[in-house]
């Protein structure tokens, strides 16, 4: 497991999605509240990038801009169809400050 740090929370606007290249990946932040999530940004229905799509704040979901599956932004699972699979999501600590996503 490596620790990157991807910023502050206040770097993070609420609801928007942001692609972060971090170590080898490409993933999708999304702040809602005091919460950051992050998930692969890569939908696991036709590879589209789910950065691109919205988020459904009171569920804490993000849509694929593509077919419209929805993500739980807590783990990752596929909500909705036409995904079936999940996507993979990642534990983002707060430490003095700053946030650091754990990768495997
Ligand atoms: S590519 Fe994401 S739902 Fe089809």
Redesign the pocket.
């Known amino acids: 497991m490596t620790s990157y740090d991807v910023g502050t929370l206040e770097e993070f606007v609420e609801g928007v999605p942001r692609q972060l290249h971090v170590g080898e990946r490409v993933l999708v932040a999304v702040r809602i509240d005091e919460q950051l999530y992050v998930l692969d940004d890569r939908?696991s229905?036709?590879?589209?990038s789910l950065s691109e799509g919205d988020v459904d704040l009171e569920n804490a979901e993000i849509e694929?801009a593509?077919?419209?599956?929805m993500f739980r932004l807590s783990d990752g699972a596929a909500v909705t169809l036409?995904?079936t699979r999940p996507v993979g999501h990642y534990l983002v600590r707060h430490l003095e400050g700053r946030l650091e996503v754990e990768l495997p």
Do not use: M
């Open positions: 939908c229905h036709e590879e589209f694929c593509r077919h419209g599956a036409p995904a």
